[in-house]
């Protein structure tokens, strides 16, 4: 029973961080009706906005102490993070947190990023067949890891969490368990929580704003709202862009559970693709859904007792269910009829 | 003799093609490519494009999960080495067989959907081949360390006629054994045998009714087709294919690893097929050869080289040139690839037969203005 | 129920609703062999849904459909063609990327072949019989100089006149016509007309779907008049023309 609980707990921020790319995923195939294979490097490209800004905050001032010498004699070199050379020991404060501070730098740098791609290429790709939009998107999503690869290197850059986030929450003891019985470590609650934060963000933000209804309405109808006379194509490029930011943000906030790398973007697309799949293609709350399912899943298969049963299967449990609900109801679980059928 | 029937322009391009083929140890040499490690990949990636192409230019089906035929194939290849015979031609029929048996189960799933599902399923088959090959399937691809030829092999069929000898033994064909120019030649001839085929398939009816498939599957299917068992059996020949170019890779190099399953490779094959021109014979051929020789050359630059290049230039402009150029080689070549990908896309969506159509279109046009002018000046 | 002798296709009983619309209520039909049936009806009457139940591509709420005593109802598109119905759609469903010849000769493969054959190694240009029985075909609608061209490059009028060549090669036993002259020129609504009226004497049945009465006035052996999902007349041309029922669901105030 504990065992269970612990397991659903572990697949809790993983489907988080699916939820959140799938979401975007869906959004601009609903809006723009544009596949788009180089979602999963915007999530890439997210986590490395936090790299960016650590290694930008601790860049090192180097002085001379004439006070003391190095066992070699000569003055001793002091290395002193910029952040804290300026800031003190609020500098400290801030290099501990960097990891949520360059949510900063990420909202605007990827919503720059996003209205770019948007404008520079996807627009010409919108009357052009899916499979031309596959291989475009394919191809950028190359380019953009390449260039991270280019810029830090091909081997992952762990990013520390902050300190009051280190260890595990004894979930269990709350919930009037034996204590110890069931934890689950503190940043992994912080990032199911952050995630529930920006999906419900992004799903008021849907309901209850103009814009938000706009972009409803045109995922449904796209022609009718043109005639209305309603700019859609500048909302909908801003809605590029927030599905720009949103994959960033939970690029991001992922760094202290997985250490970026240049190809992190390939693995997470891959996955959120059966994500959308089995949610439903072009359904928002689908996407949602599925992406907890799927992380939660994933955290059973991984379970010793069924890699035993069946070895290798959370290795694969997700693109099997893929293939299943793909074949039993091609649908997905919310999807609309006849979406990408042709 | 009906089999080897082609039209007469068809047995032009052959005749053509097969000289280009087998003197490209003479022709590559000014490129300074004509070695035979790289004229080997030159032949058996042109094998692997011209069959995605089958699928891919004909029907229409994008497939992102090619690259798991192409490692089924090198396994194959590299246990029938390890158990059998270090005979390449049992290796190579096995491994076309057992990708063929691979093709039609992953086929005969996946073409129950079209479009962008279908390349979701055939990426997800090939993520999963892959997952596996690094994990639990372990005891049969050795996973990392990938599989390699052992002394203690039981090589059952060579035992029967030779003395173990020490030292690895290497891939041989009626007991000659293929090292360099004779690889070479190997994948050469079965690159011909390959494109004699793909001419076959776009020669024939079925050819016509795979690129009906793609034409309009509603009115083929209201045409009283049949179009999924069409369109599996140009995946199961898509598949072969692949398989034979793995299996070649193996004989060439007797090693196989779970890298060459990778979706990144199975985008590579996609690359050359676009690059060269979809649907086409000779552009699939052309892509794969333009894109292996321009890895070897990029991939082998370094910042030296390129300093070397540039040096005519005024030295502030010329360390500016070779920091910018040397993200792009080198380490950078996948960069390169992918700008390249984005730009045949954007503007190129038919590769380079589609630029070489427009052009000698052009020329034409050219050509016929002049002529209509001239004969109506004439005319006053 | 009572089958007269020749009929070949039977609609038999058939209702469909949607989401509480009864979109086709107690709809029986019977075409007769080698006549041309005609249903007219305003639009939103339920014609589509009523040929969509026909071809097997909607399921109806109940009844069944049953052509030359088989029953259609769940069949896939390609067996009901292998049975001998071909169709014409409401827009020109043709082979774009494929030449005008190759257009005629592919469904000539499927009548000789079946619904599927590999033939791989005797190239396509050495079916010369084949390729004759497509000229001809191509030659009855007139378009015999055209067969070199791009599917894709034909005005609608020649998309539609080469889609009545590829279903008039199979020698079908039962023609479907979805509204085969809407959205076209006067110029192509005319020829068409002429090219139904040249092929009307052939022995094959006709269902003409049609939202123009006037299209069909001169081609239909036997007209329904279908409006709110209902047959509401049916009869000789003449006899429908003259029912006042129509002239008020359908003609109303037209002349």
Same mark, same amino acid.
């Given at each position: 029973?504990?065992?269970?609980?612990?397991?659903?707990?572990?697949?809790?921020?993983?489907?988080?961080?699916?939820?959140?790319?799938?979401?975007?995923?869906?959004?601009?195939?609903?809006?723009?009706?544009?596949?788009?294979?180089?979602?999963?490097?915007?999530?890439?490209?997210?986590?490395?906005?936090?790299?960016?800004?650590?290694?930008?905050?601790?860049?090192?001032?180097?002085?001379?102490?004439?006070?003391?010498?190095?066992? $070699?004699?000569?003055?001793?070199?002091?290395?002193?993070?910029?952040?804290?050379?300026?800031?003190?020991? $609020?500098?400290? +404060?801030?290099?501990?947190?960097?990891?949520?501070?360059?949510?900063?730098?990420?909202?605007?740098?990827?919503?720059?990023?996003?209205?770019?791609?948007?404008?520079?290429?996807?627009?010409?790709?919108?009357?052009?067949?899916?499979?031309?939009?596959?291989?475009?998107?394919?191809g950028l999503a190359i380019v953009l890891q390449e260039?991270?690869?280019?810029?830090?290197?091909?081997?992952?850059?762990?990013?520390?969490?902050?300190?009051?986030?280190?260890?595990?929450?004894?979930?269990?003891?709350?919930?009037?368990?034996?204590?110890?019985?069931?934890?689950?470590?503190? $940043?992994?609650?912080?990032?199911?929580?952050?995630?529930?934060?920006?999906?419900?963000? +992004?799903?008021?933000?849907?309901?209850?704003?103009?814009?938000?209804?706009?972009?409803?309405?045109?995922?449904?109808?796209?022609?009718?709202?043109?005639?209305?006379?309603?700019?859609?194509?500048?909302?909908?490029?801003?809605?590029?862009?927030?599905?720009?930011?949103?994959?960033?943000?939970?690029?991001?906030?992922?760094?202290?559970?997985?250490?970026?790398?240049?190809?992190?973007?390939?693995?997470?697309?891959?996955?959120?693709?059966?994500?959308?799949?089995?949610?439903?293609?072009?359904?928002?709350?689908?996407?949602?859904?599925?992406?907890?399912?799927?992380?939660?899943?994933?955290?059973?298969?991984?379970?010793?007792?069924?890699?035993?049963? &069946?070895?290798?299967?959370?290795? &694969?449990?997700?693109?099997?269910?893929?293939?299943?609900?793909?074949? +039993?109801?091609?649908?997905?679980?919310?999807?609309?009829?006849?979406?990408?059928?042709? | 003799?009906?089999?080897?029937?082609?039209?007469?322009?068809?047995?032009?391009?052959?005749?053509?093609?097969?000289?280009?083929?087998?003197?490209?140890?003479?022709?590559?040499?000014?490129?300074? *490519?004509?070695?035979?490690?790289?004229?080997?990949?030159?032949?058996?990636?042109?094998?692997?494009?011209?069959?995605?192409?089958?699928?891919?230019?004909?029907?229409?089906?994008?497939?992102?999960?090619?690259?798991?035929?192409?490692?089924?194939?090198?396994?194959?290849?590299?246990?029938? #080495?390890?158990?059998?015979?270090?005979?390449?031609?049992?290796?190579?029929?096995?491994?076309?067989?057992?990708?063929?048996?691979?093709? %039609?189960?992953?086929?005969?799933?996946?073409?129950?959907?079209?479009?962008?599902?279908?390349?979701?399923?055939?990426?997800?088959?090939?993520?999963?081949?892959?997952?596996?090959?690094?994990?639990?399937?372990?005891?049969?691809?050795?996973?990392?360390? *990938?599989?390699?030829?052992?002394?203690?092999?039981?090589?059952?069929?060579?035992?029967?006629?030779?003395?173990?000898?020490?030292?690895?033994?290497?891939?041989?064909?009626?007991?000659?054994?293929?090292?360099?120019?004779?690889?070479?030649?190997?994948?050469?001839?079965?690159? %011909?045998?390959?494109? #004699?085929?793909?001419?076959?398939?776009?020669?024939?009816?079925?050819?016509?009714?795979?690129?009906?498939?793609?034409?309009?599957?509603?009115?083929?299917?209201?045409?009283?087709?049949?179009?999924?068992?069409?369109?599996?059996?140009?995946?199961?020949?898509?598949?072969?294919?692949?398989?034979?170019?793995?299996?070649? %890779?193996?004989?060439?190099?007797?090693?196989?690893?779970?890298?060459?399953?990778?979706?990144?490779?199975?985008?590579?094959?996609?690359?050359?097929?676009?690059?060269?021109?979809?649907?086409?014979?000779?552009?699939?051929?052309?892509?794969?050869?333009?894109?292996k020789y321009l890895e070897n050359i990029f991939s082998?630059?370094?910042?030296?080289?390129?300093?070397?290049?540039?040096?005519?230039?005024?030295?502030?402009?010329?360390?500016?040139?070779?920091?910018?150029?040397?993200?792009?080689?080198?380490?950078?070549?996948?960069?390169?690839?992918?700008?390249?990908?984005?730009?045949?896309?954007?503007?190129?969506?038919?590769?380079?037969?589609?630029?070489?159509?427009?052009?000698?279109?052009?020329?034409?046009?050219?050509?016929?203005?002049?002529?209509?002018?001239?004969?109506?000046?004439?005319?006053? | 129920?009572?089958?007269?002798?020749?009929?070949?296709?039977?609609?038999?009983?058939?209702?469909?609703?949607?989401?509480?619309?009864?979109?086709?209520?107690?709809?029986?039909?019977?075409?007769?062999?080698?006549?041309?049936?005609?249903?007219?009806?305003?639009?939103?009457?339920?014609?589509?849904?009523?040929?969509?139940?026909?071809?097997?591509?909607?399921?109806?709420?109940?009844?069944?459909?049953?052509?030359?005593?088989?029953?259609?109802?769940?069949?896939?598109?390609?067996?009901?063609?292998?049975?001998?119905?071909?169709?014409?759609?409401?827009?020109?469903?043709?082979?774009? /990327?494929?030449?005008?010849?190759?257009?005629?000769?592919?469904?000539?493969?499927?009548?000789?072949?079946?619904?599927?054959?590999?033939?791989?190694?005797?190239?396509?240009?050495?079916?010369?019989?084949?390729?004759?029985?497509?000229?001809?075909?191509?030659?009855?609608?007139?378009?015999?100089?055209?067969?070199?061209?791009?599917?894709?490059?034909?005005?609608?009028?020649?998309?539609?006149?080469?889609?009545?060549?590829?279903?008039?090669?199979?020698?079908?036993?039962?023609?479907?016509?979805?509204?085969?002259?809407?959205?076209?020129?006067?110029?192509?609504?005319?020829?068409?007309?002429?090219?139904?009226?040249?092929?009307?004497?052939?022995?094959?049945?006709?269902?003409?779907?049609?939202?123009?009465?006037?299209?069909?006035?001169?081609?239909? /052996?036997?007209?329904?008049?279908?409006?709110?999902?209902?047959?509401?007349?049916?009869?000789?041309?003449?006899a429908v023309r003259g029912d006042p029922r129509v002239?008020?669901?359908?003609?109303?105030?037209?002349?």
């Amino acid at each position: 029973m504990e065992a269970i609980f612990a397991q659903l707990l572990n697949g809790l921020d993983k489907g988080g961080a699916y939820a959140l790319i799938a979401l975007g995923l869906t959004l601009v195939f609903g809006t723009l009706g544009v596949v788009n294979f180089a979602h999963g490097a915007l999530f890439m490209l997210g986590a490395f906005c936090a790299v960016a800004f650590r290694e930008l905050i601790t860049y090192e001032i180097v002085t001379t102490d004439p006070e003391q010498l190095s066992p $070699w004699g000569s003055p001793l070199e002091i290395r002193t993070p910029i952040a804290q050379q300026y800031l003190g020991d $609020w500098g400290a +404060v801030i290099i501990d947190y960097s990891v949520p501070l360059s949510i900063l730098l990420a909202i605007p740098v990827m919503l720059i990023i996003g209205i770019v791609m948007e404008r520079g290429l996807i627009k010409h790709f919108y009357n052009r067949p899916h499979a031309e939009q596959i291989l475009v998107t394919f191809g950028l999503a190359i380019v953009l890891q390449e260039l991270v690869k280019t810029f830090f290197g091909p081997n992952p850059i762990p990013q520390p969490m902050p300190s009051t986030f280190r260890g595990a929450a004894d979930v269990g003891s709350w919930l009037g368990l034996t204590p110890g019985a069931v934890t689950y470590p503190w $940043w992994r609650l912080v990032y199911f929580l952050f995630s529930i934060g920006i999906l419900s963000a +992004v799903f008021a933000f849907l309901r209850f704003t103009t814009f938000g209804m706009v972009v409803r309405a045109g995922m449904a109808d796209r022609e009718t709202v043109r005639l209305l006379g309603i700019d859609i194509d500048r909302r909908f490029t801003l809605m590029f862009g927030l599905a720009a930011v949103v994959a960033g943000l939970a690029g991001v906030m992922y760094t202290p559970l997985l250490p970026p790398n240049y190809h992190l973007g390939m693995e997470f697309l891959v996955l959120s693709f059966v994500v959308v799949v089995v949610g439903g293609m072009g359904s928002l709350p689908g996407a949602v859904a599925a992406g907890f399912l799927l992380g939660i899943l994933q955290s059973f298969a991984s379970m010793t007792a069924i890699k035993n049963l &069946i070895p290798g299967i959370d290795q &694969i449990i997700i693109y099997l269910l893929a293939v299943v609900i793909l074949l +039993v109801r091609p649908r997905g679980l919310m999807g609309r009829r006849g979406v990408m059928e042709s | 003799m009906n089999v080897l029937r082609l039209p007469r322009q068809d047995v032009i391009l052959f005749a053509v093609f097969a000289i280009v083929v087998l003197t490209m140890p003479i022709w590559l040499t000014p490129f300074g *490519a004509a070695y035979p490690g790289l004229m080997q990949k030159f032949a058996i990636f042109a094998i692997f494009a011209v069959g995605f192409n089958i699928l891919f230019g004909l029907t229409g089906y994008l497939s992102f999960g090619h690259a798991a035929f192409l490692g089924v194939g090198s396994y194959t290849a590299v246990w029938s #080495f390890k158990l059998f015979t270090m005979d390449a031609i049992p290796a190579l029929i096995f491994a076309v067989l057992m990708s063929g048996v691979f093709a %039609l189960g992953i086929g005969f799933v996946s073409l129950r959907r079209s479009g962008i599902y279908f390349a979701i399923l055939t990426l997800a088959f090939a993520q999963m081949s892959y997952n596996l090959a690094y994990s639990v399937l372990t005891p049969i691809t050795n996973g990392e360390t *990938a599989l390699q030829l052992t002394n203690n092999d039981p090589r059952v069929i060579d035992m029967m006629f030779m003395e173990r000898t020490a030292g690895l033994p290497s891939p041989s064909i009626f007991g000659q054994p293929l090292g360099g120019i004779g690889g070479f030649y190997l994948c050469a001839v079965l690159l %011909l045998v390959a494109f #004699f085929i793909a001419q076959k398939v776009f020669a024939s009816p079925f050819g016509m009714m795979l690129r009906a498939i793609k034409s309009n599957q509603t009115r083929m299917s209201y045409t009283g087709f049949n179009t999924r068992p069409y369109a599996l059996t140009a995946f199961v020949i898509s598949g072969m294919y692949a398989g034979l170019a793995g299996g070649l %890779l193996a004989v060439t190099d007797p090693l196989a690893g779970a890298e060459r399953m990778e979706w990144t490779a199975s985008g590579e094959v996609v690359l050359m097929t676009i690059l060269g021109g979809v649907g086409t014979l000779v552009g699939p051929v052309i892509g794969a050869w333009l894109i292996k020789y321009l890895e070897n050359i990029f991939s082998a630059f370094n910042e030296g080289m390129l300093h070397a290049t540039f040096s005519w230039l005024p030295d502030g402009v010329e360390d500016i040139v070779v920091a910018v150029t040397s993200k792009f080689v080198g380490e950078g070549w996948h960069l390169t690839l992918g700008l390249v990908f984005v730009l045949i896309v954007v503007f190129l969506p038919g590769g380079i037969m589609e630029g070489v159509r427009r052009i000698r279109s052009a020329v034409a046009n050219r050509r016929d203005n002049r002529r209509t002018r001239f004969s109506t000046s004439a005319a006053e | 129920m009572q089958y007269s002798n020749n009929t070949v296709l039977h609609v038999a009983d058939v209702h469909k609703r949607f989401a509480g619309l009864h979109a086709l209520a107690d709809i029986d039909l019977e075409v007769e062999e080698g006549k041309t049936h005609a249903i007219i009806g305003p639009n939103g009457a339920g014609k589509s849904t009523l040929l969509n139940v026909i071809v097997g591509r909607l399921a109806p709420s109940s009844g069944a459909v049953v052509f030359d005593g088989q029953v259609l109802t769940g069949k896939k598109p390609h067996e009901i063609n292998q049975m001998g119905v071909a169709r014409v759609f409401q827009t020109p469903e043709i082979f774009p /990327d494929l030449s005008v010849l190759q257009n005629v000769m592919t469904p000539a493969f499927a009548k000789r072949d079946g619904a599927f054959r590999i033939r791989m190694l005797n190239p396509l240009a050495n079916e010369a019989a084949l390729r004759e029985e497509a000229e001809e075909a191509l030659a009855d609608v007139g378009m015999i100089e055209r067969r070199h061209l791009h599917a894709a490059s034909l005005s609608r009028g020649d998309k539609r006149r080469l889609e009545l060549a590829m279903c008039l090669i199979q020698k079908p036993r039962l023609l479907l016509l979805d509204e085969p002259t809407a959205g076209m020129s006067r110029h192509d609504t005319n020829t068409t007309i002429e090219l139904l009226k040249k092929i009307k004497s052939r022995g094959m049945t006709k269902v003409i779907i049609e939202h123009d009465m006037h299209v069909v006035f001169s081609l239909a /052996d036997k007209i329904s008049v279908l409006a709110g999902g209902r047959i509401i007349a049916e009869g000789a041309p003449d006899a429908v023309r003259g029912d006042p029922r129509v002239q008020e669901a359908y003609l109303g105030g037209a002349h």
